[in-house]
C-alpha cells in the first residue's frame, strides 16, 4: 500500500516524453484559472538554459534526479544553523510542479525523490529540462520561461541577453517575492552571482532556502509626514546649555550672598539694640 502511494502517480512519468500538460498540481495550487503556452526547447536561448543550471542546479547533467553532495551540504547547514536551505534538483522541483504540492510535509518530500526518480528513467535531460522551463513560476501568474521573458523584458525567450538570461534564472528561487519588479535588488545580487559563475569566476551561490520561498507579505511603504506639520521641540545647543547652567549658578551665588548679608544686618542691629 505504502509503496503504490509513493509511486502512483498519474499520468505516468512515461507519458511526458510527448505530452505537456494541460495545467500542473502547483498552477491548479496557486492559480487556479492559470493560462500559459509550451515552448519547444530549441525556441528558448541556450544562455536562459544554462543560466538556470547554473543557479538552480550545477550538477543536473550528471545527476539522476537526487543530488546526494547536495543533501549532505543542506543537512550540515540546517545542523549548524538550524534552517533547512533547499537541496531539491531541477527534476525534483519538476516532479513537485507536476504532481504534488508545496506543502512542507517530510512524507512529500520523499514522494518528490521518487518521482524525480523515474521521470530520470523515463525521460531524457533536455525532455526534463523543456518541462521544466515551461511549467516553472516566474512570477505572480506567470509560468513558463518565455512569458517570463516577454512579461519582464518586452522580448520572446530566444532573444534573451545574458544579463537578462542571469536576471530570470535569479528569479526562480523565489519568483513571487523577489522578480525583476517585486524586490529587483535582491534579485540583482544573485544575478551578478550566476553572472560571474557563467563566466568561469568560482563563486558560491547561496542555494534556496526552505523558510524563504514561502510566501512573503509585503507591507505597504510608509510614507513620514511633512516636515511642516510636526511640532518638534528643538534642543538647547551645547553652548546654550552651558550658558543657562552657569547662569543659573551665578543667580544662587548671588541669592546666597544677599541672604548672608541680611543676617549680619540683622545681627548687628541686635547688639545696637541690647548695649546699655
Known amino acids: 500500500m505504502a509503496l503504490a502511494w509513493l509511486v502512483g502517480v498519474w499520468p505516468p512519468p512515461l507519458w511526458w ?19 500559459w503556452r509550451p515552448t519547444p526547447l530549441k525556441d528558448i536561448a541556450p544562455v536562459l538554459q544554462r543560466m538556470v543550471i547554473i543557479g538552480e542546479d550545477s550538477r543536473f547533467r550528471t545527476h539522476h534526479g537526487i543530488d546526494v553532495s547536495e543533501i549532505a551540504e543542506a543537512l550540515r547547514s540546517w545542523r549548524q544553523r538550524d534552517r533547512l536551505r533547499g537541496a531539491s534538483t531541477i527534476t525534483q522541483q519538476l516532479a513537485k510542479n507536476l504532481y504534488l504540492s ?37 512570477g505572480p501568474g506567470i509560468w513558463g520561461g518565455d512569458a517570463a521573458s516577454r512579461a ?35 534579485t540583482l545580487e544573485r544575478r551578478n552571482l550566476i553572472l560571474a559563475r557563467y563566466h568561469g569566476v568560482d563563486v558560491y551561490i547561496p542555494p534556496e532556502e526552505e523558510t524563504d520561498s514561502l510566501l512573503m507579505a509585503v507591507s505597504a511603504p510608509v510614507i513620514p509626514p511633512a516636515l511642516d506639520s510636526l511640532e518638534i521641540a528643538v534642543p538647547l545647543s551645547g553652548d546654550s546649555t552651558q550658558d543657562s547652567l552657569t547662569a ?18 540683622r545681627t548687628a542691629d541686635s547688639t545696637r539694640d541690647s548695649t546699655p
Do not use: C
Not at 18 to 28: K, L, N, Q, S
Not at 248 to 263: E, L, V
Open 17 to 35: 516524453r510527448d505530452h505537456w500538460p494541460r495545467v500542473t498540481a502547483i498552477m491548479r495550487e496557486r492559480s487556479p484559472a492559470a493560462a
Open 102 to 138: 508545496s506543502s512542507r510535509n517530510p512524507l512529500r518530500k520523499v514522494k518528490e525523490a521518487v518521482t524525480a526518480l523515474r521521470l530520470e528513467l523515463a525521460l531524457s535531460k533536455d525532455r526534463i529540462l523543456e518541462l521544466y522551463l515551461n511549467v516553472a513560476e516566474w
Open 152 to 186: 519582464y523584458f518586452g522580448v520572446p525567450a530566444s532573444r534573451l541577453s545574458e544579463e537578462e538570461a542571469a536576471e530570470l534564472a535569479a528569479t526562480l528561487p523565489h519568483p513571487r517575492t523577489s522578480n525583476p519588479t517585486l524586490r529587483p535588488e535582491r
Open 248 to 265: 543659573r549658578r551665578t543667580d544662587a551665588q548671588t541669592t546666597r550672598r544677599t541672604d548672608a548679608t541680611d543676617a549680619q544686618r
